[in-house]
Nanobody
Framework: QVLLVESGGGLVQAGVSLRLSCAGP????????MSWFRQAPGKEREFVAG????????NYAASVKGRFTISRDNAKSSMLLQMNSLKPEDTAVYYC????????????????????WGKGTLVTVSS
């Protein structure tokens, strides 16, 4: 059963915007705090942005704060990541993840606390 599916990745030039989507057809979406992580080639997976169950709290990695915006629609079991002013260093596979635990400030920032993962979508930003 597919629980989380990402979409929206692609090859773009630096400075443009891209929007990633995460669908959660296999989850009771509102029961989970949600996060986006990313993994660049040769690097560890890192937290990007998170959002609480209700959507009223969000948190961001310092590297994307002010450029990326996370949102969710529990009625549609979906989550978005609006990425503006993309940089080559944003190149990575982006994963959405769900946590059944409590995460202060929005979504969980530690990958080991996530219960479910999507397979990822590749974002490549050229200079």
């Amino acid at each position: 059963q597919v629980l989380l599916v990402e979409s929206g990745g692609g090859l773009v030039q630096a400075g443009v915007s891209l929007r990633l989507s995460c669908a959660g057809p296999g989850l009771t979406f509102s029961n989970y705090a949600m996060s986006w992580f990313r993994q660049a080639p040769g690097k560890e997976r890192e937290f990007v942005a998170g959002i609480s169950r209700s959507g009223d709290s969000t948190n961001y990695a310092a590297s994307v704060k002010g450029r990326f915006t996370i949102s969710r629609d529990n009625a549609k079991s979906s989550m978005l990541l609006q990425m503006n002013s993309l940089k080559p260093e944003d190149t990575a596979v982006y994963y959405c993840a769900a946590s059944s635990g409590y995460c202060s400030g929005g979504g969980c920032i530690v990958a080991s606390r996530m219960n479910y993962w999507g397979k990822g979508t590749l974002v490549t930003v050229s200079s």
